[in-house]
Nanobody
Framework: QVQLVESGGGLVQAGGSLRLSCAAS????????MGWYRQAPGKQRELVAA???????NYADSVKGRFTISRDNAKNTVSLQMNSLQPEDTAVYYC?????????????????WGQGTQVTVIS
């Protein structure tokens, strides 16, 4: 079983920064994509940033220029550097990964989620 563990959430003032990290562990053959989603109270979960094949990146329009996603393939980790945080960024942030895993000597593709980490931005 693959596990994703997030860290780095917390409470910051508007204009501040946080860096979220996510580590994947388990019977991993290869990680296809990794990304970050967030869900604010009363709202649906939305994509924040993701890495694609060749480490190409995609960002939600609301975070472009402020957030940066990075990936360390050797360590199976992904990070999200969040700068110029605003109150509207307040949400639970979830790490997501689509991974090729070993299951009884065969490879399968599965989607995994972390437990979520709270980010709160105050004025």
């Amino acid at each position: 079983q693959v596990q994703l563990v997030e860290s780095g959430g917390g409470l910051v003032q508007a204009g501040g920064s946080l860096r979220l990290s996510c580590a994947a562990s388990g019977s991993i053959f290869s990680i296809k994509t990794m990304g970050w989603y967030r869900q604010a109270p009363g709202k649906q979960r939305e994509l924040v940033a993701a890495t694609t094949s060749g480490d190409s990146t995609n960002y939600a329009d609301s975070v472009k220029g402020r957030f940066t996603i990075s990936r360390d393939n050797a360590k199976n980790t992904v990070s999200l550097q969040m700068n110029s945080l605003q109150p509207e960024d307040t949400a639970v942030y979830y790490c997501n990964a689509n991974i090729l895993v070993w299951v009884f000597a065969t490879l399968r593709t599965d989607d995994y989620w972390g437990q979520g980490t709270q980010v709160t931005v105050i004025s």
